[in-house]
């Protein structure tokens, strides 16, 4: 009897010990199915801030006034000098070494620097076809950081295109008059004169065409050029920075750094909300290695001498259209 008895205690309490055992994996699921409900939703919430951050780019995110406390200069020189720095261990008279290609990459640095060296004509204008093409390579730079950044370059694409519309409704229109004096660029259009081919022609053509309005918003040139201008400061500010190598400290990420630079250019002049979404996509910003691979790079001083020629380049295009868009009263285009 007490053998049977005891047989009983123990089956019981096996049965027992099954039962919290099958309590305890059902408490984990759940906390399973919870965790990936809360992940799921945040990654869904995420998504959701992201596509409305690139609606609100789409629709005029760069639109917001703003100073900027740089003053246009002419740099002739400085730029010709641009030819005569090392960007590695060569320099001396023999100049820089040429940016080669990078193979398997979409954006090609070696490009960009050749159209912003391009970009500069006389004293102080900017050639339009160049300045542009600068863009496009730009917009294959943000998009190669990934879909979250990459929604910001649609913005800028749109931008292009209207100049670029604007540019051949130009030469097709029988009222198009090409500015006295300013020596033709090919726009990617049969005919080979039009305001549009410089930013002092195209800001000459249109103020004598009426298409300029300092007190509506309106899809001239002059406008979508300063959208472009004031892009043009955040992404410079961001390149600059990634460049920089500290005296002392880490290396800051280059998520931290494109936050940065946004906030002091483009984020002053956003709502609330676009600067909480823009913020969620700096996050998905790659790792500085990345940009080592993208650049074709080995280290922080090689990414440093390559980003320090593309933005003393930029800062030539920069400087340029800030003084004739300051000299023609349009840093406040509405």
């Given at each position: 009897?007490?053998?049977?008895?005891?047989?009983?205690?123990?089956?019981i309490e096996e049965e027992e010990e099954e039962g919290e055992e099958e309590d305890k994996e059902e408490e984990i699921a759940e906390e399973l199915e919870f965790s990936m409900g809360v992940k799921s939703k945040?990654?869904?919430?995420?998504?959701?801030?992201?596509?409305?951050?690139?609606?609100?780019?789409?629709?005029?995110?760069?639109?917001?006034?703003?100073?900027?406390?740089?003053?246009?200069?002419?740099?002739?020189?400085?730029?010709?000098?641009?030819?005569?720095?090392?960007?590695?261990?060569?320099?001396?008279?023999?100049?820089?070494?040429?940016?080669?290609?990078?193979?398997?990459?979409?954006?090609q640095v070696s490009l960009l620097l050749s159209h912003l060296m391009d970009a500069p004509a006389y004293t102080s204008d900017v050639l339009m076809q160049p300045y542009l093409s600068s863009?496009?390579?730009?917009?294959?730079?943000?998009?190669?950081?990934?879909?979250?950044?990459?929604?910001?370059?649609?913005?800028?694409?749109?931008?292009?295109?209207?100049?670029?519309?604007?540019?051949?409704?130009?030469?097709?229109?029988?009222?198009?008059?090409?500015?006295?004096?300013?020596?033709?660029?090919?726009?990617?259009?049969?005919?080979?004169?039009?305001?549009?081919?410089?930013?002092?022609?195209?800001?000459?053509?249109?103020?004598?065409?009426?298409?300029?309005?300092?007190?509506?918003?309106?899809?001239?040139?002059?406008?979508?050029?300063?959208?472009?201008?004031?892009?043009?400061?955040?992404?410079?500010?961001?390149?600059?920075?990634?460049?920089?190598?500290?005296?002392?400290?880490?290396?800051?990420?280059?998520?931290?750094?494109?936050?940065?630079?946004?906030?002091?250019?483009?984020?002053?002049?956003?709502?609330?909300?676009?600067?909480?979404?823009?913020?969620?996509?700096?996050?998905?910003?790659?790792?500085?290695?990345?940009?080592?691979?993208?650049?074709?790079?080995?280290?922080?001083?090689?990414?440093?001498?390559?980003?320090?020629?593309?933005?003393?380049?930029?800062?030539?295009?920069?400087?340029?259209?800030?003084?004739?868009?300051?000299?023609?009263?349009?840093?406040?285009?509405?």
């Amino acid at each position: 009897m007490d053998s049977c008895e005891t047989q009983r205690n123990n089956n019981i309490e096996e049965e027992e010990e099954e039962g919290e055992e099958e309590d305890k994996e059902e408490e984990i699921a759940e906390e399973l199915e919870f965790s990936m409900g809360v992940k799921s939703k945040a990654a869904a919430a995420i998504l959701v801030l992201l596509l409305f951050l690139g609606s609100l780019w789409l629709q005029g995110g760069l639109d917001y006034h703003w100073d900027s406390c740089l003053k246009g200069y002419n740099q002739v020189d400085q730029f010709h000098q641009l030819s005569n720095s090392s960007s590695g261990d060569g320099g001396g008279s023999e100049g820089p070494q040429a940016l080669e290609p990078c193979p398997g990459q979409t954006f090609q640095v070696s490009l960009l620097l050749s159209h912003l060296m391009d970009a500069p004509a006389y004293t102080s204008d900017v050639l339009m076809q160049p300045y542009l093409s600068s863009w496009d390579e730009l917009v294959r730079f943000m998009e190669a950081l990934g879909p979250m950044v990459g929604l910001i370059s649609k913005e800028i694409e749109s931008k292009t295109s209207i100049i670029r519309d604007l540019a051949v409704l130009s030469e097709e229109s029988p009222e198009a008059e090409l500015v006295p004096n300013i020596r033709p660029i090919n726009m990617g259009v049969s005919q080979q004169s039009s305001v549009y081919h410089s930013v002092r022609s195209m800001i000459l053509g249109e103020l004598k065409r009426g298409l300029v309005d300092f007190q509506h918003q309106t899809d001239s040139g002059c406008r979508t050029l300063l959208r472009l201008h004031r892009a043009l400061l955040w992404l410079k500010l961001f390149l600059q920075k990634l460049g920089e190598t500290p005296v002392a400290g880490r290396l800051r990420s280059p998520s931290e750094l494109c936050r940065e630079a946004y906030q002091n250019t483009l984020a002053n002049h956003h709502t609330w909300l676009v600067r909480r979404a823009a913020e969620v996509a700096f996050i998905a910003m790659p790792e500085r290695g990345f940009f080592f691979r993208l650049l074709c790079v080995q280290n922080q001083e090689q990414l440093g001498a390559v980003l320090g020629r593309v933005v003393q380049a930029l800062s030539v295009v920069y400087d340029r259209t800030q003084s004739a868009l300051e000299e023609h009263g349009m840093l406040e285009l509405p």
